[in-house]
Every structure is written in C-alpha cells, then in structure tokens.
C-alpha cells in the first residue's frame, strides 16, 4: 500500500478517534504508518504494536519483532538473537523474537483500542497532556516508553511529514 493508499483508508478511523479522544488524527496514522510498514505489516488488523500481556486469552498473536534495551537478556517468549549496538553513544542491545500482540476484527477496532490503551495507562499521562500537538505528543510517548527505540519520536516526526503530504 502506498503512503496515499494508506491516509486515504485509514483517515476516517483516524479521525473518528480524535473526535472521542482530543488526540490528533496525524498522530494515530503517524503511528500507525510507523508501526505497520504503511499497512504491510498488520497482521490480524494490528496497526500500532499493542502487545498482549498475557498471550492466552485468544486475543493475541505471536510475531516477530525488534526491542532495544540495555540488557542483554532478551525479554521476548520466544528468542531468536541479541546484538549488542551503539545507539545516540548509548550501549544497548537489540533483541530479535516473537511477542505476543493484540489482534482485532477490523481496523477500525485496531485504532479504537490504541486511542484507548493511552488512557488506561498512567504512563502516558503527560503524552494526553499535549495530545493535540503530535510533535509534543511523540516526545511524550517517547518519554513514556511506548517503543524501545531511542529514536523513536524522530521517526515518528519524519514519517508524520509523508502522512501530511499524503491527506
């Protein structure tokens, strides 16, 4: 799916959960171009990475993924390798294995749930703060520990300009 295919279908959604939410539309299909490779990547209509914690209500699937932490215990169900990288002059070390993911009947329920999960989660209190600018928002859910990668608000800046040249 191409960065325009991808806007023009998930727009709505988007929209839709900033009028329920105050959190704006750019951010959730920032993340959700980010999160599923512009929709390559969502199995089970899975957009933006929400894991399962528990991995046996039926709810869940087990994909391969990508963390970066600072130790060198891989924290997944399932290993497949750990390496250890430099990122922003900081040792860490970037883990590969399956986790166990939300998964939804449609995309709309994938998006509905994310905007959710930010208000059941204390940790993202200062993020709901500043949810109607996305920029102040990224750093935010940076801060808060929504992905391991160090760079992850850039990014998430970087591909909200494709987004926006794309509604």
Known sequence: MTPKQFVSANL???KICESATGIH????????ALESGWGKYAPGNMFFGIKDTDGVNGNEQLITTTEYTRSSKNPMPV??????VIKNGVK???????????????PADSFKDHSRFFFENKRYANALKVRGDYNKFFEELQKAGYATDPNYA?????????VIKNL
């Open 79 to 84: 290993f497949i390798s750990t390496t250890p």
């Open 25 to 32: 539309y750019v951010a959730t299909l920032t993340q959700a």
């Open 12 to 14: 709505a959604d988007a």
């Open 92 to 106: 860490m070390f970037k883990h590969i294995g399956k986790d166990y993911f939300r998964k939804y009947n449609t």
């Open 154 to 162: 850039n990014t998430l800046k970087a591909v909200a300009k494709t």
